[in-house]
């Protein structure tokens, strides 16, 4: 459809209080980038309804993810710091970082890319093959100079050598440049660091310490549906989050299992405690 305002030039005149006319651009010229930047984006069409709007939470950690996303969006690009939303599958991790990326784009114009993570890495690789055109760095320029890029299923891919390596590199490279990015992950980040489904199994020390200085984190808990049924009610919510063995909280408590030693550090961080701790990689982010 052509623009009735401007015919199509991008352009509209309009005349100022002094009475002078001026050419400035038409609001076409806005729609037509923002659609074009959500078109570059490379989110994946089966995330088409994933919005801010559309996410629900029904958990308290899910209403802090929000929050902050929420927070994220809002001062965007004036933020120093992105998210890692940490999980288990089908709490909503991806649904609100796909969430914050639309909004990013679509009301700040900001250039943003999602990438689900074995997906960026397979292109990379693809790279070293001789018949392959592009570069490693062709693949990876836009990943590392995007104004917002989401990291999807961060340790999905079976560690290595390589792996740890170029997530590292983008990592770090994105820090440097005070880039913010949004990770999402099914990692836990126990104390013990041999567990292989951990941050620092997968990722190394080193890259985990530089998710900590420059992310906030968010562990992400869903109600289980299996117990609740599919549309649970704030009442069979939270009945569930007191009753059932399984839930967050009564987990934690624990029926014989020894207190988490990094629950508690994060209960005091939660009271408002923001002084520097021990970490090992210095200076201490504001992990939740
Ligand atoms: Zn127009």
């Keep these: 459809m052509v623009c009735p305002?401007?015919?199509d030039t991008r352009w509209k005149s309009v005349v100022g209080e002094d009475g002078v006319e001026r050419v400035v651009r038409c609001d076409c010229w806005r729609a037509a980038v923002v659609d074009?930047?959500?078109r570059e984006a490379r989110v994946p069409h089966r995330y088409?309804?994933?919005e801010m709007?559309?996410?629900e939470p029904d958990?308290?950690?899910q209403r802090?993810?929000?929050r902050l996303a929420r927070g994220f969006v809002d001062a965007f690009p004036v933020v120093d710091r992105g998210l890692v939303l940490y999980g288990r599958h089908g709490v909503g991790k991806t649904h609100l970082a796909v969430g914050i990326l639309k909004a990013a784009i679509r009301d700040k114009g900001a250039?943003?890319?999602f990438f689900e993570t074995r997906e960026l890495l397979r292109l990379v690789r693809d790279t070293?093959?001789?018949s392959v055109e592009e570069t490693e760095m062709d693949v990876l320029a836009p990943v590392l100079k995007a104004d917002l890029l989401v990291l999807d299923d961060l340790g999905a891919e079976r560690t290595s050598d390589w792996v740890q390596e170029t997530l590292g590199l983008v990592v770090n490279t994105r820090y440097n440049e005070r880039r913010p990015t949004i990770f999402t992950s099914n990692l836990a980040d126990p104390p013990d660091s041999t567990e292989p489904n951990s941050f620092i199994f997968q990722l190394g020390a080193r890259t985990r310490s530089r998710l900590l200085e420059m992310c906030d984190w968010v562990e992400m808990q869903g109600v289980d549906i299996r117990e609740t049924g599919q549309h649970p009610s704030p009442d069979s919510i939270h009945r569930w989050q007191k009753e059932s063995p399984a839930s967050p909280e009564n987990l934690r408590r624990g029926a014989g299992l020894p207190p988490k030693s990094k629950s508690m550090a994060r209960a005091r961080l939660r009271e408002g405690a923001t002084a520097d701790l021990p970490w090992a990689g210095g200076r201490a982010g504001t992990k939740r």
Excluded: V
């Design 128 to 130: 070293y093959n001789r």
């Design 36 to 38: 074009r930047l959500m």
């Design 5 to 7: 305002i401007c015919n």
């Design 48 to 50: 088409l309804r994933c």
């Design 64 to 66: 802090e993810a929000y």
């Design 111 to 113: 250039r943003g890319y």
């Design 53 to 55: 709007a559309t996410f």
């Design 59 to 61: 958990t308290d950690s």
